[in-house]
């Protein structure tokens, strides 16, 4: 990342990237350095909160430094949960003195992104044994943070395994199936739920998603959702390619239209870990990502991650739905390009 673009003062990329705010410090070899500045609670946690939107672009209205794992939504919507971070209070000596501030790690589980902060390196010229000291924490928050995950991922393969078992193949007279004119391809039903299946590419069960009769989508606590899919069809490859797309019933609808296999990435965020891992497992098969169209969304994720997919795996197609000027915003997939066009939207698009 080049020098231009850092802004966050004393946050690290665990995967080796740095943001630095270099106009609000004098790196001259000559430099004096500032006396410390007493900030409040209140004043700190603002900071990290600025410093989660430099890097994140999203931070919740309300940090506390709990030292647990919070999470946030980091794209606007309340059943998101991507964001996370861990923030405690802290102490350490400077100068035979206790000084007391905050560190704190934070990150998108949707990206994988994750990056480490502390209050301290802004004021004090912390010694080497100091930043090791601040390091060692840090990384003993990463550890709690992954084993509560881990665990959390262990109760949903638990938890999925038994609806599993207990559902029945799903019945096509189902409402959500009804109203979006697709049929049931390899998911079952428990009672008014529809089981979406999320697995890997050795076909391992490790949660579901739930569908009501009304179309809420739920996910399991703790499904490890970020490379997970459900697969549509009879195998994992084709001649033809395999195509990749966000929900279930835009998967159905091209599986319908097309007859080759689909995986269902679940949003827009996991397209590209799903392809990625697809990718590394079959190189020379073709693969296709169908984007959502996102025209009512700022930024239209959809298709922003659908193309970023395409531009940074080899042999990886894209086709976008289009809809006429006179069609509502809410419609942004090729489901609902079916229902509004026919069955012959798909090869328009084409």
Known sequence: MSTTQRKAPSVTSTRGDSKFNDLSRNYSATAEKQPPTTLTSAEILRNFQQVMIEN???????????????????????????????????????????????????????????????????????????????????????????????????????????????????????????????????????????LIPLCDLDGTLHSVQTITPDGSKRF??????????????????????????????????????????????????????????????????PLTVCADNDRKTPGNPGLTKAREVAATLPCVGLIVPEFPDSAPLTLSDFNDLTALLGSNAHKETT
């Open 56 to 194: 994140i672009k999203h931070a919740p209205d309300d940090i506390q430094a709990t030292g647990k794992l919070e999470r946030f939504s980091c794209n606007g919507k309340a059943d998101d949960l991507a964001g996370w971070y861990v923030c405690h209070e802290y102490h350490l000596m400077h100068n035979n003195q206790a000084c007391w501030g905050m560190i704190g790690i934070f990150g998108d589980w949707r990206n994988g992104l994750t990056f480490k902060w502390d209050s301290f390196s802004e004021f004090y010229a912390l010694s080497r044994a100091q930043r090791q000291e601040l390091e060692r924490k840090q990384q003993e928050q990463v550890a709690q943070r992954q084993a509560e995950r881990a665990a959390k991922a262990a109760n949903a393969h638990r938890q999925a395994v038994k609806m599993w078992l207990s559902a029945q193949p799903a019945n096509t007279a189902h409402p959500y199936l009804m109203r979006k004119q697709v049929g049931a391809w390899g998911i079952r039903q428990l009672g008014e739920l529809l």
């Open 220 to 285: 399991l606590t703790g499904t490890p959702k970020r490379g997970m899919f459900h697969l549509i069809g009879d195998s994992l490859t084709h001649p033809e390619g395999v195509y990749l797309c966000e929900g279930y019933a835009t998967g159905a609808s091209l599986y319908q239209a097309y007859g080759l296999p689909v995986l269902v990435g679940f949003d827009a965020g996991n397209l590209l870990p799903v392809a990625t891992a697809y990718r590394q497992r079959f190189a020379h098969t």
